[in-house]
């Protein structure tokens, strides 16, 4: 799994884009959220998604955080709208034939070459007080660039609201 935030504030905190005397960029910086308030995020931790996501394409850079009540689900934070996180999983916690096949352009345009190598998570939504996994469409992560895309398959047997628990 992708290392998360933690999101702890700091009380020497940095504003978004802050650079040093140098001109280097700083390693953190300070998001502002309306979920968790300010969170102090690495710049390593980063999460560019191509594209953005579904529904929001000025939303293309994330932070992952845990989540205190539960290991299995994580918070995807949005940078660049405070009000925008998801709550997302690793499919292969609940769905243990889930499988991502035939996205070699999608690997490609994150810098990976088998999908083994890609992180993948999914957006859970609540549908009728079931907890639901959008498995149509994964959200690829290269670990090692923290580029991303979320593809949509187009002969998926799955869909975009499987239940977590049958």
Same mark, same amino acid.
């Given at each position: 799994?992708?290392?998360?935030?933690?999101?702890?504030?700091?009380?020497?905190?940095?504003?978004?884009?802050?650079?040093?005397?140098?001109?280097?960029?700083?390693?953190?910086? #300070?998001? $502002?959220?309306?979920? %968790?308030? /300010?969170?102090? !995020?690495?710049?390593?931790?980063?999460?560019?998604?191509?594209? =953005? @996501?579904?529904?929001?394409?000025?939303?293309?850079?994330?932070?992952?955080?845990?989540?205190?009540?539960?290991?299995?689900?994580?918070?995807?934070?949005?940078?660049?709208?405070?009000?925008?996180?998801?709550?997302? #999983?690793? $499919?292969?916690?609940? %769905?243990? /034939?889930?499988? !991502?096949?035939?996205?070699?352009?999608?690997?490609?345009?994150? =810098? @990976?070459?088998?999908?083994?190598?890609?992180?993948?998570?999914?957006?859970?939504?609540?549908?009728?007080?079931?907890?639901?996994?959008?498995?149509?469409?994964?959200?690829?992560?290269?670990?090692?660039?923290?580029?991303?895309?979320?593809?949509?398959?187009?002969?998926?047997?799955?869909?975009?609201?499987?239940?977590?628990?049958?």
């Amino acid at each position: 799994m992708l290392e998360q935030n933690h999101g702890s504030p700091d009380p020497e905190k940095t504003n978004p884009g802050e650079i040093n005397s140098h001109g280097t960029p700083l390693p953190r910086l #300070t998001i $502002p959220t309306t979920r %968790f308030g /300010d969170l102090l !995020v690495e710049r390593s931790r980063i999460i560019s998604v191509r594209g =953005g @996501l579904r529904g929001f394409p000025d939303s293309s850079e994330y932070t992952l955080l845990g989540s205190p009540e539960d290991p299995n689900f994580f918070w995807l934070q949005s940078l660049q709208n405070p009000g925008l996180a998801f709550v997302v #999983t690793d $499919p292969a916690y609940f %769905f243990e /034939d889930y499988g !991502v096949y035939g996205f070699q352009k999608a690997l490609q345009e994150i =810098g @990976l070459k088998r999908v083994e190598d890609a992180q993948v998570l999914v957006v859970l939504n609540k549908i009728d007080g079931s907890l639901t996994a959008n498995l149509e469409e994964p959200i690829l992560v290269n670990p090692d660039n923290m580029k991303a895309v979320q593809v949509a398959p187009s002969e998926s047997k799955c869909g975009p609201q499987e239940p977590l628990w049958a």
